[in-house]
C-alpha cells in the first residue's frame, strides 16, 4: 500500500542521486508511454510526477519518497523523435549510468504502449537490460484506450517475440493509467520487492 508519497528530488546527474540506503524503484519507457502517469495513478496523487500530452516531458531523474521508507523513480523516455542528437547521448549516458550503478535498485518497470505492436526500440532496450543485468518487470500501458482483445493481441506478440529473443519473458502488468487499470497487482508486486 502507498500512504504517503513525496516529491524529493530531481538531478541531471545519477551520480547525485540520493543516498543509496533504501530500496528504489524506477519507470522507464518510450516517451508518452504513460510512465508519470503511471506513477500518479499508484500514488493516488494527482500531479505527483508532471505528465503531459507532449513526449519529453520528463527530462531528470525524479526521486519520490514513498511512505518514508523507499524511493520510486520517473526517468526521461527514450525514442523521441524530435531529440538532439546531443540530448539523445546525454540521455543514453544519464540512464545507462543510473540503471547500471544505482546499488539500492531493486526492480525497474519497462513501460511498453499496449496499442502498439512490439516495437524495435522497446525490444532493444529490453535486450540491453536484460545484458546489464538490470531486474526488469514489464507495465503495458494504456489499456482503456483499446479493446480487451486487442490489447491482449499486442500483449501477447510482445511476450512472444521476447521468448523467440531470450527463451523467455519477465513477470508483466496491463495497466491504465485513466481507469486505474492493474492497481492492486502493482502495489502488491512493489510492496513484496521493498518488504525489508
Ligand atoms: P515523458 O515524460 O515525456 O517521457 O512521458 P511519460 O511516459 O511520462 O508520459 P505521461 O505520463 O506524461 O503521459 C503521456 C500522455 O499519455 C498524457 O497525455 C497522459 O494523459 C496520457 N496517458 C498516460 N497514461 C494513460 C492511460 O493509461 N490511459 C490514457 N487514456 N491516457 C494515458
Ligand atoms: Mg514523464
Request: some cysteine; hydrophobic content about 35%; aromatic content about 10%.
Amino acid at each position: 500500500m502507498i500512504k504517503k508519497a513525496e516529491f524529493v528530488v530531481s538531478n541531471t546527474d545519477p551520480t547525485k542521486c540520493p543516498k543509496p540506503d533504501r530500496a528504489e524503484i524506477a519507470f522507464i519507457g518510450r516517451s508518452n508511454v504513460g510512465k508519470s502517469s503511471l506513477i500518479n495513478m499508484l500514488t493516488g496523487v494527482k500531479e505527483l510526477a508532471k505528465t503531459s500530452q507532449k513526449p519529453g516531458k520528463t527530462q531528470l531523474v525524479n526521486h519520490f519518497m514513498i511512505n518514508d521508507r523507499w524511493y520510486l523513480v520517473d526517468l526521461p523516455g527514450y525514442g523521441f523523435a524530435k531529440v538532439s542528437k546531443d540530448r539523445k547521448v546525454k540521455w543514453e549516458k544519464m540512464i545507462s549510468t543510473y540503471l547500471t550503478s544505482r546499488s539500492n535498485l531493486c526492480g525497474v518497470f519497462v513501460l511498453i504502449d499496449s496499442r502498439l505492436e512490439p516495437q524495435t526500440i522497446d525490444l532493444e532496450f529490453v535486450n540491453w537490460c536484460g545484458e546489464q543485468n538490470v531486474p526488469f518487470v514489464l507495465a503495458f500501458t494504456k489499456a482503456d484506450k483499446q479493446s480487451k482483445s486487442q490489447t491482449d493481441k499486442n500483449v501477447k506478440a510482445f511476450l512472444n517475440k521476447m521468448e523467440e529473443i531470450f527463451g523467455e519473458y519477465p513477470d508483466y502488468f496491463v495497466t491504465s493509467a485513466e481507469k486505474q487499470g492493474g492497481k492492486d497487482e502493482v502495489l502488491k508486486f512493489l510492496d513484496e520487492l521493498v518488504a525489508e
